[in-house]
């Protein structure tokens, strides 16, 4: 990675400003998962015993540009206090006159929690004013908040201007692992792709094409494939908008795109619909293909077996619905047993490794949903850009 880390600066007697990802689930102002606190922690850590001081900032939820109790960050300063086994200051505001009375008041090894960075409405409009505010806090700035570097809001990259500016441990792994996927990967390099639409992941789709060996297409996405080759998709989910795009895809990547070539198919949109097992140029009318069947998984397997790196995004299939998940789980299985490197990258593809139960065996799995989408696309994600080079 070409970007400084917290290991990069001296930190001895440094007030620390840190954007962490503290967007956390919670119920009736208590922290119901704190595994994004958790994820915090190793960098966390490490800054308090280089003897710095640490004010943490985040973003919670979605207030309606203004202080609102209900998204106060006060509830997670208490989870992280827990965590850490000693106090974490609760500041009543993200800047200003009494946030930096109490910034300056800090000494090596204490925790200030400021508050949610979206009480105030220049944090998405990245205003350069509320940047400076928060940059008057500390001396140096660390950025450990990966799911949310694909934006450009003052806490996570209008304050790296202001400061010296560098990645926390989580960042650096997300940074280090997805890296692989798009730069020196280890050959052969297989990206497997799938999830609802091709028009969301067109991009995605052209990047890893121009870097992997093999592509293989499943879910949702390959129907607009299957129907750009010919097949009737009948009640399939179809782009029609998009086929003209797959079968330029088609027409240019050649036999480095796999498709299914069977089907696991329903007679509704439903959990409880009634499946069958057909060729994919062998769709009833009035049916949809909502899994991969088993030929395609036998084809995808002998393809992921040459493999010594494999990036997922997007499931195989409706993996909500049990009936309809087992290509998506079985190819979670698959790479849990492969010997190849795993990175997993994509929302819904995190929940289906998670759902298979084989989310430790990954190599890695993003913490960023967007965030890791577009960094698949090729994308320089603004909150690392704004970060200092090495
Ligand atoms: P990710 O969040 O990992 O990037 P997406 O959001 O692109 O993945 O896609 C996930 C969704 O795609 C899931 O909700 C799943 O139900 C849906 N999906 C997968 N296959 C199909 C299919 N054949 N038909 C309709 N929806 C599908
Ligand atoms: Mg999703």
């Known amino acids: 990675m070409n970007k400084k880390t917290v290991r990069d600066v001296d930190l001895k007697g440094k007030r620390v400003l840190m954007r962490v990802d503290f967007n ?3 119920q009736d102002g208590v922290v119901t998962d704190d595994k994004r606190i958790r994820a915090a922690l190793p960098t966390i850590q ?13 973003h919670l939820g979605r207030p309606k540009g203004g202080p609102d109790p209900q998204f106060s960050l006060k509830a997670a300063a208490e989870a992280l206090s827990k965590l850490l086994g000693k106090p974490v200051q609760m500041a009543p505001d993200t800047v200003g006159p009494e946030v930096e009375k109490m910034a300056a008041a800090l000494k090596p090894g204490d925790v200030l929690m400021l508050e949610n960075t979206r009480f105030h409405k220049g944090e998405e409009k990245n205003d350069p004013e509320l940047a400076r505010q928060m940059a008057k806090l500390g001396d140096i700035y660390v950025n450990d908040a990966f799911g949310s570097a694909h934006r450009a809001h003052a806490s996570t990259e209008g304050v ?16 280090e692992y997805l890296g692989r996927a798009t730069q020196n ?4 390099y297989v990206a497997i792709l799938g999830g609802a639409k091709i028009s969301d992941k067109i991009l995605v789709v052209e990047n890893l094409l121009a870097k992997c060996d093999k592509l293989i297409i499943g879910g949702g996405m390959a129907n607009t494939f299957l129907a750009a080759q010919g097949c009737d998709m009948a009640d399939s989910l179809v782009e029609s908008g998009s086929i003209e795009t797959a079968r330029n895809i088609l027409a240019s990547a050649g036999d480095k795109l796999v498709l299914p070539v069977d089907a696991v198919i329903a007679d509704r949109f439903d959990a409880e619909a009634d499946s069958q097992v ?3 140029d062998k769709i009833p009318a009035g049916w949809r293909m909502l899994d991969i069947g088993p030929k395609t998984l036998a084809l995808f397997g002998a393809v992921l077996k040459t493999a010594r790196l494999v990036v997922w995004n997007g499931p195989m299939g409706v993996f909500e619905f049990p009936r309809f998940a087992e290509g998506t789980f079985a190819i979670a299985k698959l790479l849990a047993e492969s010997g190849a490197t795993t990175v997993i990258g994509g929302g819904d593809s995190a929940s289906a490794v998670k759902k298979a139960g084989v989310a430790k065996k990954m190599t890695h799995v993003s913490t960023g949903g967007g965030a890791s989408l577009e960094f698949l696309e090729g994308k320089e994600l603004p909150g690392v850009a704004a970060l200092n080079d090495k």
């Not at 490490?46 to 985040?58: E, I, K, R």
């Not at 790296?160 to 940074?175: D, I, K, N, T, W």
């Not at 990967?185 to 052969?188: L, N």
């Open 278 to 280: 057909v060729d994919v």
């Open 24 to 26: 956390v689930p919670m």
């Open 160 to 175: 790296a201007h202001y400061l010296p500016a560098v990645s926390g441990f989580l960042m650096e792994q997300e940074l």
């Open 46 to 58: 490490y800054v308090l015993d280089q003897g710095a001081s640490l004010l943490l900032m985040s």
């Open 185 to 188: 990967p280890e050959r052969p």
